[in-house]
């Protein structure tokens, strides 16, 4: 059984500093892509940053320049650093990852439960 677990969100005011961390444990033979998206109230969920396998890095336009996705292939482990944080940055953030859990079987795709970011003064 496979678990992403998200932890580092909070309340942050208008130009602060937050960084998500998510973890992946579990029967894991190998991580493919990983990445966070975002779920504000009323939208629907959107893409922020992806890490692939071969190390590219991909972001939505609303956060270039002021996010920035690493990844600890050791710690099955991926980061999202977010800086300037603006209060349409608001939103539930998910991290996922593309997992094969064991040799010669397919991908997966998992989510975490989720971790709330609020942006606000």
């Known amino acids: 059984q496979v678990q992403l677990v998200e932890s580092g969100g909070g309340l942050v005011q208008p130009g602060g500093s937050l960084r998500l961390s998510c973890a992946a444990s579990?029967?894991?033979?190998?991580?493919?892509?990983m990445g966070w998206h975002r779920q504000a109230p009323g939208k629907q969920r959107e893409l922020v940053a992806t890490?692939?396998?071969?190390?590219?890095?991909n972001y939505a336009d609303s956060v270039k320049g002021r996010f920035t996705i690493s990844r600890d292939n050791a710690k099955n482990t991926v980061y999202l650093q977010m800086n300037t944080l603006k209060p349409e940055d608001t939103a539930v953030y998910y991290c996922?990852?593309?997992?094969?859990?064991?040799?010669?079987?397919?991908?997966?795709?998992?989510w975490g439960q989720g971790t709330q970011v609020t942006v606000s003064s």
């Open positions: 579990g029967s894991i033979f190998s991580i493919n892509d």
């Open positions: 996922n990852a593309r997992i094969r859990v064991r040799i010669r079987t397919a991908e997966s795709d998992y």
């Open positions: 890490f692939t396998k071969g190390s590219s890095t």
